[in-house]
Protein backbone atom coordinates (compact mmCIF):
# COMPACT_ATOMS: atom_id res chain seq x y z
CA UNK A 1 0.00 0.00 0.00
CA UNK A 2 1.64 3.53 -0.71
CA UNK A 3 1.14 6.65 2.26
CA UNK A 4 -1.07 9.65 1.35
CA UNK A 5 -3.19 9.34 4.40
CA UNK A 6 -2.74 12.59 6.26
CA UNK A 7 -4.51 15.88 7.14
CA UNK A 8 -5.07 17.86 4.14
CA UNK A 9 -3.32 21.38 5.39
CA UNK A 10 -1.77 22.66 2.59
CA UNK A 11 0.28 23.66 0.97
CA UNK A 12 2.46 20.30 1.34
CA UNK A 13 6.10 19.97 -0.81
CA UNK A 14 6.46 16.95 -2.78
CA UNK A 15 9.77 17.13 -4.14
CA UNK A 16 10.30 20.81 -3.83
CA UNK A 17 6.68 21.19 -5.93
CA UNK A 18 3.34 21.83 -4.16
CA UNK A 19 1.81 18.68 -3.29
CA UNK A 20 -1.49 18.36 -4.87
CA UNK A 21 -4.56 18.71 -3.03
CA UNK A 22 -6.51 15.19 -2.81
CA UNK A 23 -9.91 14.91 -1.70
CA UNK A 24 -9.68 11.36 -0.52
CA UNK A 25 -11.82 10.93 2.65
CA UNK A 26 -13.02 13.26 5.60
CA UNK A 27 -11.17 12.09 8.46
CA UNK A 28 -7.84 13.49 6.73
CA UNK A 29 -9.04 16.89 6.90
CA UNK A 30 -9.75 18.90 9.62
CA UNK A 31 -12.96 20.61 10.65
CA UNK A 32 -12.19 24.03 9.52
CA UNK A 33 -10.79 23.09 5.75
CA UNK A 34 -13.96 21.30 5.84
CA UNK A 35 -16.23 23.95 6.34
CA UNK A 36 -14.41 26.35 4.16
CA UNK A 37 -15.58 23.72 1.34
CA UNK A 38 -18.55 23.67 2.38
CA UNK A 39 -19.04 27.25 2.81
CA UNK A 40 -17.62 27.66 -0.45
CA UNK A 41 -20.19 25.02 -1.63
CA UNK A 42 -23.34 27.17 -0.09
CA UNK A 43 -22.14 30.20 -1.82
CA UNK A 44 -22.37 28.45 -5.10
CA UNK A 45 -25.93 27.42 -4.21
CA UNK A 46 -26.73 30.84 -2.95
CA UNK A 47 -25.57 32.29 -6.98
CA UNK A 48 -21.88 32.53 -6.70
CA UNK A 49 -21.21 32.48 -10.45
CA UNK A 50 -17.11 32.74 -10.96
CA UNK A 51 -15.64 29.99 -13.20
CA UNK A 52 -12.44 28.68 -11.86
CA UNK A 53 -12.31 25.74 -13.64
CA UNK A 54 -11.85 27.75 -17.23
CA UNK A 55 -9.81 25.90 -19.38
CA UNK A 56 -9.71 23.07 -17.14
CA UNK A 57 -10.81 19.07 -17.30
CA UNK A 58 -11.55 16.49 -15.06
CA UNK A 59 -11.12 12.71 -16.01
CA UNK A 60 -13.89 10.79 -14.19
CA UNK A 61 -13.21 7.31 -13.77
CA UNK A 62 -16.00 4.53 -13.24
CA UNK A 63 -15.26 1.18 -12.36
CA UNK A 64 -18.87 0.94 -10.86
CA UNK A 65 -22.05 2.80 -11.94
CA UNK A 66 -23.11 5.71 -11.36
CA UNK A 67 -25.99 8.49 -12.17
CA UNK A 68 -25.60 10.86 -9.33
CA UNK A 69 -21.85 11.22 -8.61
CA UNK A 70 -21.49 10.95 -12.52
CA UNK A 71 -23.71 14.00 -13.37
CA UNK A 72 -23.17 16.11 -10.16
CA UNK A 73 -19.44 16.42 -11.38
CA UNK A 74 -19.94 16.95 -15.10
CA UNK A 75 -22.61 19.43 -14.57
CA UNK A 76 -20.87 20.84 -11.68
CA UNK A 77 -17.59 21.86 -13.42
CA UNK A 78 -19.16 22.11 -16.65
CA UNK A 79 -20.92 25.72 -14.46
CA UNK A 80 -17.27 26.65 -13.39
CA UNK A 81 -16.27 27.04 -17.01
CA UNK A 82 -14.35 23.47 -17.33
CA UNK A 83 -14.77 20.19 -19.21
CA UNK A 84 -14.88 16.49 -18.43
CA UNK A 85 -13.59 13.15 -19.69
CA UNK A 86 -15.64 9.95 -18.58
CA UNK A 87 -13.66 6.89 -18.28
CA UNK A 88 -14.94 3.47 -17.31
CA UNK A 89 -13.24 0.39 -17.16
CA UNK A 90 -14.49 -1.54 -20.40
CA UNK A 91 -13.58 1.05 -22.51
CA UNK A 92 -10.31 2.22 -20.99
CA UNK A 93 -7.23 0.20 -20.93
CA UNK A 94 -7.76 -0.36 -16.97
CA UNK A 95 -9.92 -2.58 -18.64
CA UNK A 96 -7.00 -4.69 -19.98
CA UNK A 97 -4.87 -4.78 -17.24
CA UNK A 98 -3.03 -1.13 -17.47
CA UNK A 99 -1.87 -0.33 -14.05
CA UNK A 100 -3.74 2.35 -11.51
CA UNK A 101 0.05 3.80 -11.46
CA UNK A 102 0.73 4.11 -14.86
CA UNK A 103 -3.08 5.57 -16.14
CA UNK A 104 -2.11 8.29 -12.99
CA UNK A 105 1.13 9.30 -14.78
CA UNK A 106 -0.86 9.43 -18.18
CA UNK A 107 -3.70 11.36 -17.15
CA UNK A 108 -1.81 13.74 -15.08
CA UNK A 109 -0.27 14.89 -18.52
CA UNK A 110 -3.56 15.54 -20.02
CA UNK A 111 -6.19 16.73 -17.45
CA UNK A 112 -6.48 18.84 -14.24
CA UNK A 113 -8.20 16.72 -11.55
CA UNK A 114 -8.90 13.06 -11.45
CA UNK A 115 -11.86 11.37 -9.86
CA UNK A 116 -12.72 7.73 -9.52
CA UNK A 117 -15.02 5.70 -8.42
CA UNK A 118 -13.74 2.20 -7.62
CA UNK A 119 -13.71 -0.88 -5.21
CA UNK A 120 -10.38 -0.80 -3.05
CA UNK A 121 -9.21 1.78 -1.24
CA UNK A 122 -5.60 0.52 -1.98
CA UNK A 123 -6.80 1.76 -5.75
CA UNK A 124 -7.97 5.27 -4.93
CA UNK A 125 -4.49 5.91 -2.96
CA UNK A 126 -2.07 4.48 -5.68
CA UNK A 127 -3.73 6.59 -7.89
CA UNK A 128 -3.42 9.61 -5.47
CA UNK A 129 0.05 8.49 -5.03
CA UNK A 130 1.11 8.49 -8.77
CA UNK A 131 -0.81 11.61 -9.94
CA UNK A 132 0.54 15.22 -9.87
CA UNK A 133 -2.82 16.43 -10.31
CA UNK A 134 -6.00 16.54 -7.24
CA UNK A 135 -7.53 13.21 -6.98
CA UNK A 136 -10.97 13.18 -5.57
CA UNK A 137 -12.88 9.54 -4.07
CA UNK A 138 -15.97 9.05 -6.18
CA UNK A 139 -17.04 6.03 -3.92
CA UNK A 140 -14.56 3.24 -2.73
CA UNK A 141 -16.02 0.13 -0.94
CA UNK A 142 -14.41 1.74 2.23
CA UNK A 143 -15.90 5.29 1.65
CA UNK A 144 -17.93 7.86 -0.05
CA UNK A 145 -17.01 11.32 1.35
CA UNK A 146 -18.00 13.56 -1.35
CA UNK A 147 -21.82 11.94 -0.67
CA UNK A 148 -21.66 12.67 2.65
CA UNK A 149 -20.50 16.31 2.60
CA UNK A 150 -23.30 17.23 0.64
CA UNK A 151 -25.54 14.90 3.35
CA UNK A 152 -23.85 17.48 6.34
CA UNK A 153 -25.01 20.18 4.15
CA UNK A 154 -27.92 19.26 3.83
CA UNK A 155 -28.36 18.25 7.70
CA UNK A 156 -27.09 21.80 8.50
CA UNK A 157 -29.35 23.30 5.79
CA UNK A 158 -32.40 21.75 8.06
CA UNK A 159 -31.01 21.74 11.53
CA UNK A 160 -29.04 24.42 11.55
CA UNK A 161 -25.52 24.43 14.00
CA UNK A 162 -24.29 20.64 13.91
CA UNK A 163 -23.32 20.52 17.68
CA UNK A 164 -25.97 19.15 19.90
CA UNK A 165 -27.41 17.21 16.99
CA UNK A 166 -27.68 13.61 16.36
CA UNK A 167 -27.91 11.50 13.76
CA UNK A 168 -28.92 7.83 14.07
CA UNK A 169 -27.73 5.24 10.91
CA UNK A 170 -29.80 2.23 10.96
CA UNK A 171 -29.07 -0.95 8.27
CA UNK A 172 -25.85 -1.90 7.24
CA UNK A 173 -22.32 -0.79 8.33
CA UNK A 174 -21.33 -0.23 5.01
CA UNK A 175 -19.01 2.60 3.04
CA UNK A 176 -21.54 5.14 3.42
CA UNK A 177 -21.78 4.68 7.07
CA UNK A 178 -18.05 5.22 7.06
CA UNK A 179 -18.05 8.46 5.79
CA UNK A 180 -20.52 9.62 8.69
CA UNK A 181 -18.52 8.72 11.16
CA UNK A 182 -15.57 10.64 9.82
CA UNK A 183 -18.34 13.36 9.54
CA UNK A 184 -19.42 12.98 13.19
CA UNK A 185 -16.16 12.98 14.38
CA UNK A 186 -14.64 16.48 12.23
CA UNK A 187 -18.30 18.31 12.29
CA UNK A 188 -19.16 17.39 16.18
CA UNK A 189 -22.18 15.83 16.44
CA UNK A 190 -23.59 12.45 17.63
CA UNK A 191 -23.73 9.48 15.53
CA UNK A 192 -25.55 6.14 17.16
CA UNK A 193 -25.34 3.17 14.73
CA UNK A 194 -27.12 0.43 14.64
CA UNK A 195 -26.35 -2.37 12.38
CA UNK A 196 -26.07 -6.34 12.98
CA UNK A 197 -23.52 -7.78 14.25
CA UNK A 198 -22.09 -9.32 11.15
CA UNK A 199 -22.51 -6.15 9.01
CA UNK A 200 -20.80 -3.39 11.63
CA UNK A 201 -18.20 -0.93 10.77
CA UNK A 202 -14.33 -1.72 10.76
CA UNK A 203 -13.54 -1.54 14.51
CA UNK A 204 -10.41 -0.06 13.76
CA UNK A 205 -12.96 2.80 12.28
CA UNK A 206 -15.11 3.34 15.70
CA UNK A 207 -11.63 3.15 17.46
CA UNK A 208 -10.36 5.89 15.67
CA UNK A 209 -13.00 8.03 16.30
CA UNK A 210 -13.22 7.47 19.92
CA UNK A 211 -9.43 8.31 20.05
CA UNK A 212 -10.21 11.58 18.24
CA UNK A 213 -12.99 12.21 20.92
CA UNK A 214 -15.96 11.66 18.77
CA UNK A 215 -19.37 11.16 20.29
CA UNK A 216 -19.89 7.71 17.98
CA UNK A 217 -21.81 4.59 19.50
CA UNK A 218 -22.69 1.19 18.21
CA UNK A 219 -25.34 -1.03 19.04
CA UNK A 220 -27.50 -3.77 17.61
CA UNK A 221 -30.94 -2.08 18.58
CA UNK A 222 -32.22 0.27 16.00
CA UNK A 223 -34.82 1.68 18.46
CA UNK A 224 -32.34 2.69 20.95
CA UNK A 225 -30.03 4.28 18.43
CA UNK A 226 -33.04 6.57 16.94
CA UNK A 227 -34.80 7.28 20.49
CA UNK A 228 -35.18 11.30 20.06
CA UNK A 229 -32.52 11.82 16.60
CA UNK A 230 -32.73 14.78 14.90
CA UNK A 231 -32.03 12.36 11.52
CA UNK A 232 -32.37 8.82 10.40
CA UNK A 233 -30.22 7.73 7.84
CA UNK A 234 -29.82 4.44 5.84
CA UNK A 235 -28.63 3.02 2.90
CA UNK A 236 -28.93 0.01 0.53
CA UNK A 237 -28.98 -3.42 2.33
CA UNK A 238 -26.66 -4.46 -1.05
CA UNK A 239 -23.87 -2.08 -2.35
CA UNK A 240 -22.08 -2.41 -5.33
CA UNK A 241 -20.04 -5.64 -5.24
CA UNK A 242 -21.96 -7.13 -2.48
CA UNK A 243 -23.16 -10.22 -2.81
CA UNK A 244 -26.91 -10.33 -3.00
CA UNK A 245 -28.93 -12.69 -1.24
CA UNK A 246 -31.19 -14.17 1.11
CA UNK A 247 -28.74 -13.82 4.25
CA UNK A 248 -27.84 -9.87 3.68
CA UNK A 249 -32.01 -9.72 3.69
CA UNK A 250 -32.57 -11.33 7.07
CA UNK A 251 -29.75 -9.82 8.81
CA UNK A 252 -30.86 -6.41 7.82
CA UNK A 253 -34.83 -6.62 7.83
CA UNK A 254 -35.17 -5.40 11.64
CA UNK A 255 -33.40 -2.32 10.64
CA UNK A 256 -35.22 -1.09 8.02
CA UNK A 257 -36.58 2.36 8.51
CA UNK A 258 -40.25 2.52 8.62
CA UNK A 259 -42.86 5.15 10.40
CA UNK A 260 -42.63 3.30 13.80
CA UNK A 261 -38.85 3.84 13.76
CA UNK A 262 -39.40 7.63 12.54
CA UNK A 263 -41.92 7.87 15.64
CA UNK A 264 -39.20 7.18 18.15
CA UNK A 265 -36.92 10.39 16.85
CA UNK A 266 -37.71 13.91 17.31
CA UNK A 267 -41.21 15.10 15.92
CA UNK A 268 -39.23 17.35 13.33
CA UNK A 269 -36.60 14.61 12.74
CA UNK A 270 -35.71 14.06 9.36
CA UNK A 271 -34.57 11.02 6.87
CA UNK A 272 -31.65 10.92 4.45
CA UNK A 273 -30.78 8.00 2.03
CA UNK A 274 -27.59 8.58 -0.71
CA UNK A 275 -29.57 6.91 -3.09
CA UNK A 276 -30.46 4.79 -4.92
CA UNK A 277 -32.81 3.27 -2.39
CA UNK A 278 -34.53 -0.09 -2.83
CA UNK A 279 -38.14 0.68 -1.42
CA UNK A 280 -39.64 -1.90 0.91
CA UNK A 281 -35.83 -3.11 1.62
CA UNK A 282 -34.06 -0.20 3.79
CA UNK A 283 -36.92 2.17 3.85
CA UNK A 284 -40.73 2.26 3.53
CA UNK A 285 -41.95 3.82 0.54
CA UNK A 286 -43.95 5.96 3.05
CA UNK A 287 -41.13 7.43 4.97
CA UNK A 288 -38.84 8.44 1.75
CA UNK A 289 -41.77 9.34 0.17
CA UNK A 290 -43.00 10.91 3.03
CA UNK A 291 -42.49 14.77 4.30
CA UNK A 292 -40.01 13.98 6.94
CA UNK A 293 -37.55 12.95 3.62
CA UNK A 294 -35.28 14.90 2.40
CA UNK A 295 -33.87 13.18 -0.12
CA UNK A 296 -34.45 15.52 -3.10
CA UNK A 297 -32.74 17.88 -1.01
CA UNK A 298 -29.73 15.77 0.00
CA UNK A 299 -29.21 14.67 -3.94
CA UNK A 300 -29.43 18.02 -5.49
CA UNK A 301 -26.57 19.61 -2.79
CA UNK A 302 -24.68 16.96 -4.41
CA UNK A 303 -24.03 19.43 -7.39
CA UNK A 304 -23.28 22.31 -5.02
CA UNK A 305 -20.57 20.47 -3.00
CA UNK A 306 -19.18 19.35 -5.66
CA UNK A 307 -17.99 22.32 -6.72
CA UNK A 308 -17.06 23.02 -3.05
CA UNK A 309 -14.70 20.30 -3.63
CA UNK A 310 -13.52 20.97 -7.18
CA UNK A 311 -12.85 24.39 -6.33
CA UNK A 312 -10.48 23.25 -3.20
CA UNK A 313 -8.75 20.65 -4.97
CA UNK A 314 -7.67 23.59 -7.70
CA UNK A 315 -6.64 25.82 -4.61
N1 LIG B 1 -25.41 8.49 -4.09
C1 LIG B 1 -24.62 8.20 -5.15
O1 LIG B 1 -23.39 8.24 -5.08
O2 LIG B 1 -25.31 7.86 -6.25
P1 LIG B 1 -24.71 7.29 -7.62
O3 LIG B 1 -24.27 5.88 -7.36
O4 LIG B 1 -25.86 7.37 -8.57
O5 LIG B 1 -23.55 8.14 -8.03
N1 LIG C 1 -23.40 1.82 -0.35
C1 LIG C 1 -23.77 2.05 -1.72
C2 LIG C 1 -23.75 3.50 -2.04
C3 LIG C 1 -24.18 3.85 -3.43
C4 LIG C 1 -24.12 5.30 -3.73
C5 LIG C 1 -22.83 1.30 -2.63
O1 LIG C 1 -21.62 1.29 -2.38
O2 LIG C 1 -23.29 0.70 -3.59
Known amino acids: MVGVRRIAREPALVD ?5 RHFLDIDQFDSAELRGILEVSAAYKNGRRNRPLAGKTLAMIFEKPSTRTRVSFEVATR ?77 QEKKGPLAGRTVAWSGDGNNVAASWVHAAVRFGFTLRLACPAALSPNPALLEWAWREGGRVSLTQEPCEAVA ?46 CLPVKRGEEVTAEVIDGPQSVVWDEAENRLHVQKGILTWCLG
Open 16 to 20: GRLAP
Open 228 to 273: GADCIVTDTWVSMGDEAGGRRHNLLAPYRVDQALMARAKPDAIFMH
Open 79 to 155: QLGGDTIFLSTTDSQLGRGETIGDTARVLSRYVDVIMIRTDLSQKLEELAHYASVPVINGLTNASHPCQIMADVMTL
